[in-house]
């Protein structure tokens, strides 16, 4: 199987947090409560923008570079 794109449109919440974890902090900055809520795996990232009100193409750029950035991990 292959790895979606996260720019797919239907690419559920849930799934995109699993496959970069990394993006999950851009949830947070943005104060979305999407991160443990029992939806993420019916919403998209077009979803949860027009649920919280963020504009999502900056949103989808900061989840792009946060993949493209991970944070350090470990020690």
Not at 57 to 70: C, G, H, N, Q, T
């Amino acid at each position: 199987m292959t790895r979606p794109l996260i720019s797919d449109p239907d690419l559920t919440l849930d799934a995109l947090m699993r496959i970069w974890p990394d993006t999950i902090s851009v949830f947070l900055r943005h104060r979305m409560i999407c991160v443990g809520c029992l939806i993420t795996p019916f919403h998209t990232v077009s979803d949860a923008c027009r649920e919280h009100a963020v504009d999502e193409a900056d949103f989808r750029r900061e989840l792009e570079r946060a993949v493209a950035m991970p944070s350090e991990r470990g020690g």
